[in-house]
């Protein structure tokens, strides 16, 4: 079953072509439609693929011939309905048949050359597709209306000359493409560069078969148009594996690997968060703690196993500011007003000891938007308050005592014998006793060096 799954696209393209091969026993032109019309049908799909990811590849080769698939089925699709015996282009014998076929595999051909100088290259689709759909309505003119395009069969002798040297020419081209792309292989996985070689020289063997039938219905042309089947699906399995497989392939390789990355992320984050010397909380719209970390949990005097999924208010906010608190996480969580990115508030720890936290806060919104939890880390300063309180009670006490300092200023007048100075009443005092009155300063008696040698001298004297 694994084979099957694997291979389901190979087994029903065989399928078809077993089908379709048997059909010839019955009638070789019921075969020839069938086969007509399975490669014009994967040549329009090839087109599809590479024209609506053409934004998603940086690979012009494929979309280049993705775009020449299209034109290449139409001239098929012509070459189809004028094949001998559909009898729908009346007045045109087996000629025209083979010169839309020559034609398209011209096209066929020189698309797979110029596709080369489109490796790795973005392609401007719209001017590509100007050019083949310009290069298609000569070439249907050429037969249909001027009818100067060279004889390919003649009734009852076959081939031309033109038609087989065309047949080899071709050959020569898809070789030299052939040679190329594998100069260039490196621009191309393995297997995507394995199904274009593959069209590429079943390409060529159709080619040949069409170099020897007579009749347009013999065993040449039968294994031409199986070979050209064939080729058809090559390419379309190249164009699916680089386009589709390849990139959903490499897509989901990458979303695996995001996806581990992720997790690793999340793991490392959870870790830190686990022993960050913070309170870590998710509180969800039902007031119940969703996520806290360890280290959180034993601030506030619990384990985490005993927080969670319990209602934060209820549990952890003092009864006198429950009511308040709850409102505004309501209307946060109800989309009516901003959350406040910085607050304070007074928390309840388990042993009933109250503590002052700082806490930062954000939302958490599901794809819409809608508001669904809060996260918040709160770290405890109480400590850091009541030293900023003591602090800010010192400062004050200081400059109370400050302004109650009295002080000196402006002139003051003392007597230059005996040093008394005059108050603003006019009395005069002695100046220890005046400095005593004006400041807190008080006294006591010594005396100085000089001040005891005139004493001592004096005392000599007497």
């Not at 048997?22 to 799909?45: K, N, Q, R, W």
């Not at 401007?124 to 009818?147: C, D, E, P, Q, R």
């Not at 686990?274 to 005097?301: C, R, T, W």
Request: some cysteine.
């Amino acid at each position: 079953m694994e084979f099957i799954r694997k291979n389901e696209d190979v087994l029903i393209f065989l399928s078809i072509l077993f089908i379709s091969s048997l059909s010839a026993f019955y009638s070789y032109l019921l075969f020839h439609t069938f086969a007509e019309l399975f490669s014009i049908i994967v040549g329009v799909i090839i087109f599809v693929l590479t024209f609506n990811l053409r934004d998603k590849t940086d690979q012009g080769y494929l979309t280049f011939l993705g775009i020449s698939y299209l034109f290449t089925s139409l001239l098929d699709l012509v070459h189809t309905l004028a094949y001998k015996g559909m009898n729908i282009f009346i007045g045109f014998d087996a000629n025209l048949p083979t010169q839309l076929w020559i034609s398209a595999r011209y096209l066929e051909s020189l698309s797979f050359f110029a596709a080369l100088f489109f490796v790795n290259k973005k392609v401007n689709v719209y001017s590509l597709i100007f050019v083949y759909f310009t290069a298609v309505t000569m070439i249907l003119l050429s037969i249909f209306t001027f009818k100067n395009f060279p004889d390919c069969y003649i009734e009852g002798k076959g081939l031309t000359a033109f038609k087989i040297y065309s047949e080899y020419v071709i050959c020569v081209i898809l070789t030299v493409s052939l040679f190329f792309l594998r100069k260039k292989k490196n621009a191309f996985p393995k297997i995507t560069l394995k199904y274009l070689q593959l069209a590429l020289l079943t390409t060529i063997f159709a080619e040949l078969a069409f170099t020897q039938y007579v009749g347009v219905y013999d065993g040449f042309n039968f294994a031409g148009h199986i070979l050209k089947v064939v080729s058809f699906f090559f390419i379309y399995k190249a164009v699916v594996k680089e386009m589709l497989s390849d990139p959903f392939d490499l897509l989901w390789i990458k979303l695996k690997k995001n996806e581990e990355s992720l997790k690793k992320a999340y793991l490392e984050l959870t870790t830190y968060i686990e022993v960050l010397d913070l309170v870590f909380v998710v509180i969800d719209k039902n007031f119940k703690v969703s996520q806290i970390n360890q280290k959180g949990a034993e601030k506030l005097g619990y384990t985490k196993e005993e927080l969670m999924g319990k209602d934060w208010f209820e549990t952890l906010i003092p009864k006198e500011e429950r009511d308040a608190i709850r409102g505004v996480f309501e209307s946060v969580i109800s989309g009516q007003i901003e959350i406040s990115g910085y607050f304070e508030n007074r928390i309840v720890r388990k042993d009933g000891t109250e503590r002052i936290f700082a806490w930062h806060n954000t939302v958490l919104r599901d794809l819409d938007g809608k508001p669904i939890a809060t996260v918040s880390a709160g770290e405890d300063i109480t400590d850091k308050k009541v030293y900023d309180e003591n602090r800010e009670k010192l400062v004050k006490q200081l400059q109370k005592a400050l302004e109650s300092i009295k002080t000196l200023r402006g002139l003051i007048p003392i007597c230059a014998w005996c040093k008394k100075i005059r108050t603003d009443e006019g009395y005069w005092m002695a100046l220890e006793t005046y400095l005593k009155e004006q400041t807190e300063a008080d006294f006591t008696h010594a005396m100085c060096p000089e001040c005891y040698q005139k004493a001592k001298k004096e005392m000599e004297n007497l």
